[in-house]
């Protein structure tokens, strides 16, 4: 199961840190910028070939410290057709290199259309007597507020390919308790219920560690919430946004781990991206230099709280 794998990832370097590639053209230096201007132009051409670049270089300052990375889709929808051909090549990069790739697209359809999505990013596209990774992640964030037909299609994809998806339960964002943290008749509240199917949907993908193939998003933001999912859902894995620039520090995402320091993955994406910016004295030539330093950081403050 897809979650086994990333849960021996973690042990094995001691790190339950995603590190989150979500690139636009500021948070790059601006060498690297120029130099794919001068051979693309100010195009959507130039910008893809110079996030790819930047993530390159990011990927192999990251792969000996962190166990997984989470590209988010939007970031390379921006820039059209060439910026999801840097997405494919970032992803085969990422795994070729033994990461664990999350694909962060927060896919929500039903039907054929799941179907689809769920081809994409998690399964093969058929063409002709061949058949094609299009993307060729090894997770997916899906949004199942739409219900179990929204699931259902990825669960045999799944099974089939040994992947995982992640289910928007208790969202990181300040708005999210104005539908989230809504009483149900039941008297639950509605991410308590959606974390309850998570629960349910994983059944059918159980894994060797106690997690099975459904994990959940929870969001750093919420530390009470985390902690009350985390003993709710003694089965299914966590994919916790929110920490540093969201605000989130160790000792908010203390209550997604487990006894035995598993559980959850967490996420930080800006501070690790742009933490060369931030840094005192470091040349933009060191920008993955400071991304490996602020990993590093993360990694110790992680491991106080697990």
């Not at 792969?63 to 494919?88: F, I």
């Not at 908010?252 to 487990?258: E, H, I, K, S, T």
Request: with cysteine.
């Amino acid at each position: 199961m897809a979650l086994d794998r990333l849960i021996e990832a973690i042990r094995c370097k001691d790190n339950p840190t995603v590190a989150g590639l979500d690139p636009r053209l500021e948070y790059l230096p601006d060498y690297l910028i120029k130099k794919a201007f001068a051979e693309y132009g100010e195009t959507l051409e130039g910008a893809a070939a110079a996030i790819e670049a930047y993530n390159r270089e990011l990927i192999d300052a990251l792969a000996d410290v962190v166990p997984a990375v989470k590209p988010q889709a939007a970031y390379y929808e921006l820039y059209g057709w060439p910026g999801m051909r840097a997405l494919s090549r970032t992803i085969a990069y990422a795994r070729e290199k033994g990461l664990f790739v999350i694909t962060d697209g927060k896919r929500n359809d039903i039907g054929s259309t799941m179907e689809a999505y769920a081809a994409a990013h998690l399964g093969e596209t058929e063409v002709g007597s061949r058949s094609f990774e299009a993307f060729g992640g090894d997770a997916l964030t899906v949004n199942g507020y739409l219900g179990a037909d929204g699931i259902r299609p990825l669960l045999e994809i799944c099974r089939q390919k040994d992947k995982g998806l992640f289910v928007l339960v208790k969202t990181s964002n300040p708005s999210s308790g104005e539908l989230q943290d809504r009483l149900l008749d039941s008297g639950e509240t509605l991410y308590r219920r959606m974390g309850a199917l998570c629960e349910e949907w994983g059944e059918t993908l159980p894994g060797k560690y106690g997690y099975s193939g459904v994990g959940a998003v929870v969001g750093a933001t919420w530390p009470a919430q985390l902690s009350e999912l985390r003993q709710a859902l003694p089965h299914t894995f966590f994919l916790v946004p929110g920490y540093g620039a969201q605000g989130g520090g160790a000792a908010d995402v203390a209550g997604a781990f487990d006894s035995n320091g598993d559980g959850a993955v967490i996420n930080s994406s800006r501070a690790i991206l742009c933490a060369w910016k931030k840094e005192e004295g470091c040349p933009p030539e060191d920008f993955a230099g400071a991304a490996r330093r602020e990993a590093l950081r993360m990694k110790d403050a992680l491991k106080s709280v697990r």
